[in-house]
């Protein structure tokens, strides 16, 4: 199961971070997370300071048939951490993927961007992936901790910086890994719709008690 933090011996039992797949329905979230990144934010996630109408391309061009993103939400159903796994087209290399992160700024140091990375390495472990790579600017050092700490080899041209990591080959357990991966976020996220849902009810609720007691207070003689 993916963690919010490593493991450590006098560490209490860590909180489980809930990572969902995300479909092309989203591309209006998408497009709000990537939007609302800082202009050095964007520089680091695609090695440019995209303006709003590139990321606005960008998250029109996605492709949710051939490649994979994950996502984590809070309780308001924001997105705040989300990844690309972005695999090779059909007339290259199909053992092969690039994985991009990107996390909302009040979100960081809780270590959602090597969780995204170990939820990407799953399934591109059982989609076949024999080389997952990674493409950063030398200067995006969470993202070179993130690759070099998974065992990844780190080359260094110049401002930008290629890893890449040797995948093992697909087993049972990463299939149900990924599986329960899955189901544990689709949960997550069912509950916080519903609660999302149930505090807009009482919101109403509230504003109709509130123009009922005006109504009374009027009426009175």
């Known amino acids: 199961m993916v ?128 080389m997952l790579f990674i493409h950063a600017l030398s200067e995006n050092a969470a993202m070179l901790k993130i690759a070099r700490n998974a065992g990844a080899t780190v080359v260094r041209s110049g401002s930008e910086a290629e890893a890449h990591l040797e995948l093992p080959s697909a087993t049972f357990d990463s299939r149900m890994s990924e599986i329960a991966l899955e189901h544990y976020a689709a949960v997550d996220f069912a509950l916080k719709s519903r609660a999302k849902q149930f505090w807009a009810f009482l919101a109403s609720l509230q504003e109709v008690r509130s123009g009922m007691r005006d109504a009374r207070k009027k009426s009175a003689p």
Request: aromatic fraction near 8%.
């Open 3 to 130: 963690e919010a933090q490593p493991r450590a011996v006098s560490a209490p039992q860590p909180v489980m971070v809930p990572i969902r797949s995300i479909g092309p329905r989203e591309r209006e979230r998408i497009a709000r997370h990537l939007l609302d990144l800082t202009p050095h934010d964007r520089y680091l996630r695609f090695g440019y300071a995209a303006a709003d109408e590139q990321i606005q391309r960008y998250v029109d061009s996605l492709d949710f048939e051939r490649d994979e993103l994950f996502g984590i939400y809070n309780r308001r159903l924001d997105l705040i951490a989300m990844a690309h796994l972005a695999f090779a087209p059909g007339d290259q290399h199909s053992d092969c993927a690039e994985f991009g992160v990107s996390v909302s700024a009040h979100a960081r140091g809780r270590g959602y961007g090597a969780r995204l990375f170990e939820r990407a390495v799953v399934v591109a472990r059982n989609e076949g992936v024999g």
